[in-house]
């Protein structure tokens, strides 16, 4: 079945699947132009591949949790195009993606557990913390075994696991990652662990777990954090 | 061949809205409002109406449809508001209509969203007119629109911005005022109810920009936060005089002369600019149109000044998704767009962009 998937949780990607198998794939780190970005990198994914829309099974999309904004666009688009194309739509959660990247990036140094961070802006991020059973195997070999959850760097209950990811590169004090220092970046610059979810995995995930099972989440937002807003003086109390 | 059927989205504040227009006509309409949820902070939160946009999103698109009688794969054009607005609400629309675009495979149109409040108006009169002034008054806009369509559609459509607000839109004034009086969010409804039992000359509550020496820098300019000033002071001067400010008929007094000042400015600025310019057709847009008394008293002024108002029907006046269809309608028809798929959401978009 193919399969596109997107993911808008921190950079913006889209990727064209056919079961587990990578057709094609786009990805941009521009965390303000999630908008801009996202329709034509699946316009480009689809030609890419020589895929016509109709021909799609079902569409994957990461849910966060991630900042809002950028995070609604991927889930807006999944919805719509899930509606207009009569196929079911599956909402993953952004950082089980983003483990499964870095488990794919073949890091030995993740066999004993980790923990992926991304930013969740204000000094914060989005963490959760994984148990790896198969290194070997990056889409099934692991489970969650906490959050996932927003915390300050320093509060993220690590266990002292090394931690991957965005949030995990901007607070390196407080969220070390695996000794043997590898450098972490998008795959293009040839970095060994990845910064953010990449959108093959995602995809790549969904059709293992449609498949044989395993967490699949409605296509709506993991927002974590209430929205700001604050009761004005003269209404509180009403 | 019909005309192309366009369908039209919306979300650029509270409202999401979509819509199906062919031609000048509205098949079908649906709207869902998030203003119940902003009621207990007094004002529109950008994040709580953006995550409403993306959760009413799906049921408005197949209410729309329904009440059409037509399916997404009728849809010939897709039409969305690409601003101005609230900036991350304007990203669920914008990104809806894309998907809906790629799935469908047909042209997106990122449109003005304040030119679609002028362009409504031909789901009534089925053309623009060649030339009017619009006044557009809701809770996050007070504009006044020189529009010129020399043809009647959009090939020449020229618009410019005469003059806005230069601090609260008309609709905020009523949500501040109505919040000094003890009156639910949102305001217009509730000041206008209070007001029906009140005297409009109670209390001589200022006009702004309308002194001499603020005509000459602002002719066409609105300005509320002295008036909000005014009333909160002569709130808070009740109170210290030992007054009940919650006394019915003195929030009546209150709400009904505050009111008239608004009423009163916006009739007379709009009135003004026509003048000036020799136009004989005014349209009003926006939620504020829903005040009897702005209304009433505009007709009264444009009459006198041999001025034709026209005003479309209520729900076509509050953002909604017709409007948004019937401007992409429009520049279909006049051969503008499409819009790329890297079309980018404009919070501040200029008036004179009709098309992005
Ligand atoms: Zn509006």
Redesign the pocket.
């Known amino acids: 079945m193919l399969i596109l998937a997107l993911d808008t949780s921190s950079s913006v990607g889209a990727a064209l699947l056919d079961g587990e198998r990578l057709l094609a794939a786009e990805q941009h780190h521009d965390p303000r132009r999630h908008g801009e970005l996202l329709a034509p990198a699946i316009s480009a994914v689809l030609a890419a591949a020589g895929v016509d829309r109709r021909e799609l099974g079902a569409v994957a999309v990461g849910v966060g949790p991630a900042p809002f904004t950028g995070l609604r666009v991927g889930v807006a688009t999944a919805l719509v195009l899930g509606e207009a194309l009569g196929v079911p739509v599956h909402g993953v959660g952004s950082l089980d993606a983003l483990a499964a990247t870095a488990l794919a990036a073949g890091r030995g140094s993740l066999a004993g557990g980790f923990v992926v961070a991304a930013d969740a802006r204000r000094k914060e991020v989005h963490w959760a913390r994984i148990a790896v059973d198969d290194a070997s195997d990056p889409l099934s070999g692991w489970r969650r075994t906490g959050g996932p959850a927003v915390a300050a760097p320093g509060d993220v209950p690590t266990e002292g696991l090394p931690a991957v990811g965005r949030g995990a590169e901007l607070y390196r004090e407080a969220l070390p990652g695996p000794a043997d220092g590898a450098p972490s970046g998008p795959p293009s610059d040839g970095a060994a662990l990845p910064t953010d979810p990449d959108p093959g995995v995602l995809g790549a995930l969904v059709a293992r777990r449609l498949e044989r099972g395993g967490e699949l989440l409605a296509p709506q937002p993991l927002y974590l954090r209430r929205p700001d807003a604050v009761v004005p003086a003269a209404l509180a109390g009403r | 061949m019909s005309e192309p059927l366009v369908l039209g989205i919306e979300s650029?504040?509270d409202e999401t809205g979509v819509a199906l227009v062919r031609g000048t006509e509205l098949l079908g309409h649906a709207v869902a409002s998030s203003v119940d949820e902003h009621v207990r902070f007094g004002g529109v939160v950008p994040e709580i109406a953006s995550r409403a946009h993306l959760e009413a999103l799906l049921p408005t698109l197949r209410r729309a449809c329904e009440d059409a009688g037509l399916t997404l794969a009728d849809v010939d054009v897709v039409a969305v508001t690409a601003g101005p607005g609230l900036a991350g609400a304007l990203l669920v629309g914008v990104a809806a209509a894309k998907a809906l675009a790629l799935a469908l495979d047909v042209p997106l149109l990122g449109v003005n969203?304040l030119v679609a409040?002028v362009a409504v108006d031909v789901l009534v009169s089925g053309a623009l007119p060649e030339r009017s002034l619009a006044l557009?008054v809701?809770g996050?806009?007070t504009e006044l629109l020189d529009v010129r369509s020399p043809s009647g559609d959009a090939r020449d459509l020229r618009v410019e911005l005469l003059g806005q607000t230069l601090d609260d839109a008309a609709g905020e004034a009523f949500d501040k005022v109505a919040r000094l009086l003890g009156l639910p969010y949102p305001g217009g409804p509730h000041v206008q109810r209070a007001a029906e039992s009140g005297d409009p000359r109670a209390f001589a509550f200022p006009r702004g920009l309308t002194a001499a020496h603020d005509l000459r820098r602002h002719p066409h300019d609105f300005s509320f936060s002295g008036l909000k000033t005014a009333v909160s002071r002569e709130v808070e001067a009740h109170r210290r005089a030992g007054g009940d400010v919650t006394a019915p008929a003195f929030v009546a007094d209150v709400a009904a002369s505050f009111q008239e000042a608004v009423a009163d400015v916006l009739a007379r600025k709009a009135v003004a600019a026509c003048r000036e310019r020799g136009v004989d057709v005014l349209l009003l847009g926006?939620g504020v149109a829903a005040n009897s008394r702005v209304r009433g008293l505009l007709a009264e002024r444009c009459e006198a000044a041999g001025v034709v108002l026209r005003v479309p029907p209520l729900r076509l006046c509050t953002?909604n998704g017709a409007m948004v269809a019937a401007l992409g309608s429009l520049a279909v028809a006049a051969g503008l767009g499409p819009s790329p798929l890297g079309l980018a959401t404009d919070p501040g978009l200029p008036v004179t962009t009709v098309v992005v």
């Open positions: 650029s504040c969203h409040h557009l809701s996050g806009h926006g953002d």
